[in-house]
């Protein structure tokens, strides 16, 4: 992590990211940290830059050692709803209001803070590889949604979501014009739009 400066006054920080704004289909999935100082984590990272297997392993020490976390999330009818940036506020939200323990302030991934937290906030652009708390909710964020997809890969293998975990790649983009649009996709996207003729 670089030498990020911590708001000063404050001892409960929590990290919150979001993991799922570009694909087609699935919720959008956050998750909000409060670490443990007394149980440092090592190899915190942006979830992007490990391996599945590190991901995987970091994801269960975040689970054991951190104060607290909490996953949050809107749903494909909130995002075609909202649009996907105030649907990710939201699911963000709801990840801080989950917490156990609520944290004195709050650092966001990105450049802009979710509306109705109810504590102070600062935006963090590229969080995840600047602050821990952060780069632990981006491993929890990612590790949930990508076993989202592959439930969903169970529930509809035609549809080869454990590959493209839901982004629009050319094998995705090829599935969806073949088989059309399943109900978890998220209406208000280009491509599924094309595909229901809209």
């Given at each position: 992590?670089?030498?990020?400066?911590?708001?000063?006054?404050?001892q409960l920080f929590a990290g919150v990211d979001e993991v799922g704004r570009g694909p087609l289909v699935g919720a959008v999935v956050t998750a909000a940290v409060i670490l443990d100082p007394a149980k440092p984590i090592a190899g915190l990272a942006d979830s992007k830059k490990l391996s599945e297997k590190k991901r995987l392993a970091l994801?269960?020490?975040?689970?054991?050692?951190?104060?607290?976390?909490?996953?949050?999330?809107?749903?494909?009818?909130?995002?075609?709803?909202?649009?996907?940036?105030?649907?990710?506020?939201?699911?963000?939200?709801?990840?801080?209001?989950?917490?156990?323990?609520?944290?004195?302030?709050?650092?966001?991934?990105?450049?802009?803070?979710?509306?109705?937290?109810?504590?102070?906030?600062?935006?963090?652009?590229?969080?995840?590889?600047?602050?821990?708390?952060?780069?632990?909710?981006?491993?929890?964020?990612?590790?949930?949604?990508?076993?989202?997809?592959?439930?969903?890969?169970?529930?509809?293998?035609?549809?080869?979501?454990?590959?493209?975990?839901?982004?629009?790649?050319?094998?995705?983009?090829?599935?969806?014009?073949?088989?059309?649009?399943?109900?978890?996709?998220?209406?208000?996207?280009?491509?599924?739009?094309?595909?229901?003729?809209?």
């Open positions: 992590m670089t030498d990020f400066q911590y708001p000063e006054g404050y994801a269960n020490e975040i689970k054991q050692k951190a104060l607290a976390w909490a996953l949050g999330r809107a749903e494909p009818a909130e995002i075609d709803q909202l649009n996907i940036l105030h649907a990710s506020m939201l699911a963000m939200q709801r990840a801080v209001d989950a917490l156990a323990i609520s944290p004195q302030f709050v650092l966001v991934d990105g450049n802009r803070i979710p509306p109705h937290l109810k504590q102070p906030a600062l935006a963090v652009v590229k969080g995840d590889a600047k602050v821990a708390e952060i780069s632990a909710a981006s491993i929890l964020a990612k590790v949930a949604r990508d076993q989202e997809m592959m439930e969903l890969d169970k529930k509809y293998p035609d549809y080869a979501f454990a590959q493209h975990k839901g982004y629009p790649t050319k094998l995705h983009l090829e599935k969806l014009a073949e088989l059309g649009p399943l109900p978890e996709y998220r209406r208000s996207f280009a491509p599924v739009k094309k595909a229901l003729g809209l």
